[in-house]
């Protein structure tokens, strides 16, 4: 059993108030390895709303406030480590939620503690489409209504859509080849593209290349990429290795568009890449520019309250915030900490939640095992496509910054 250790995260605020017991919530994810950029943005973005939440006086209910409280744990990206971690906060029983996970092996290995301890979980990261597919799955199907998981980042069906449409519509593609890593999230990633793809006239996939966590040398897979006459290049893994392949496409003179996962904007594919990763393109559900007055807001917040001037993942900061928003207002409707009071709020929100990519209007529904999108917040309207370039990511297209633009207001 680990160490517990509990942040309390309390403001000053005006003694008028009446106070009730504090509200406990678990902050997870991998805050040390090659993931730490999206879980460490993720646990600073929650933390953030936290702290405005609580210096306004917390979350208001039976007439009383009450302040939250953060339990942290580190998953290190690591299956098993995460599988214990939430069987640890799965049994503690003042914690009323859980927000984080950044690793889809990650949720498979710990999910199902929550769902038996029937406590409310938003996967606010890891968006492999097992991750919740799992629920779905013959022999483990979640009835209508009894599904404790949520989750608040895209989902690959939607980044896939998103990117192919980039690579087919827009690159005018039609010989692709597929370098995925050979983690769940990877290979989930890999089989949607490939799916995808299979519906799609005139488009073939020449090579399909697999690679593994901590992978430095991808000179063998990018040869067979190349050599099959390749237009384009998806990749579906983390940071560090995705920048081993910018750099590898570098020193082959394999000039062709590389696209791929969310993970391309990345702080440590960014870094470890340089130049190599310019011209980068991933679909994106934040990107790190005021494009909005509450983008604006939050990533001074962020800067400010961090001592940062590039978040080291936008996205993975912005979702963890809007997360905990939201939980916040399920758990104010709910007028309870009860686990299955706070999933049905949470499952019909009265009113809608102010967060940093947008004024989420009832993200989830009821849980309908035939129709998994009732847990899922995002669809494709809000997903953009990033582009890579000189150390930052920005807007591929301007007419993505416009739509966003319209949908905030």
């Not at 994810?29 to 709303?49: E, H, I, N, Q, Y």
């Not at 998103?162 to 827009?170: F, H, N």
């Amino acid at each position: 059993m680990f160490k517990l250790t509990y942040l309390p995260i309390v403001l000053a605020v005006s003694s008028s108030l009446s106070y009730a017991q504090n509200i406990k919530i678990a902050l997870t994810g991998p805050f040390s390895g090659g993931s730490a950029p999206m879980g460490v943005s993720t646990r600073d973005g929650a933390k953030l709303a936290i702290q405005e939440i609580n210096a306004a006086g917390g979350v208001s209910f039976g007439g009383k406030k009450h302040l939250i409280d953060i339990v942290e744990r580190d998953d290190e990206a690591k299956n098993e480590r995460g599988a214990l971690v939430a069987q640890e906060i799965a049994s503690m029983d003042d914690v009323v939620a859980v927000v984080g996970t950044a690793n889809t092996g990650v949720v498979l290995a710990g999910d199902k503690f929550y769902q038996q301890a029937k406590k409310p979980r938003i996967i606010s990261v890891a968006a492999g489409s097992a991750a919740m597919g799992q629920w779905v799955k013959e022999g483990n199907v979640v009835p209508k209504g009894e599904l404790y998981a949520f989750r608040f980042s895209a989902n690959d069906g939607v980044q896939s859509e998103t990117i192919l449409e980039e690579a087919i519509k827009k690159l005018g593609l039609k010989k692709v080849a597929i370098l995925a890593d050979d983690t769940n999230y990877g290979v989930s990633g890999r089989d949607d593209l490939l799916s995808r793809i299979k519906g799609m006239p005139g488009v073939e996939v020449v090579a399909v290349e697999k690679f593994s966590i901590g992978s430095k040398d991808m000179t063998a897979q990018l040869l067979k990429a190349k050599t099959s006459g390749a237009q384009g290049l998806f990749v579906v893994g983390i940071g560090p290795e995705l920048a081993a392949i910018a750099t590898g496409m570098n020193k082959l003179a394999f000039k062709v568009p590389m696209l791929g996962s969310w993970t391309l904007s990345m702080g440590n594919f960014l870094d470890n890449a340089g130049p190599a990763a310019n011209g980068a393109l991933m679909p994106q559900t934040f990107i790190q520019e005021p494009f909005t007055p509450r983008a604006k807001t939050f990533i001074a917040s962020y800067q400010a309250a961090y001592k940062v001037d590039r978040i080291p993942s936008p996205v993975s900061a912005a979702q963890g915030y809007d997360a905990v928003k939201i939980l916040a207002a399920a758990i104010e409707q709910a007028g309870s900490t009860n686990g299955k009071a706070i999933k049905d709020a949470l499952e019909n929100l009265q009113k809608p939640v102010e967060g940093a990519i947008a004024k989420w209007n009832k993200p989830y529904s009821t849980w309908d095992p035939a129709h998994p999108e009732t847990h899922e917040a995002f669809r494709k309207e809000r997903v953009v496509v990033g582009l890579a370039k000189d150390g930052r990511v920005t807007f591929a297209h301007d007419e993505d910054r416009k739509r966003l633009e319209q949908l905030d207001r």
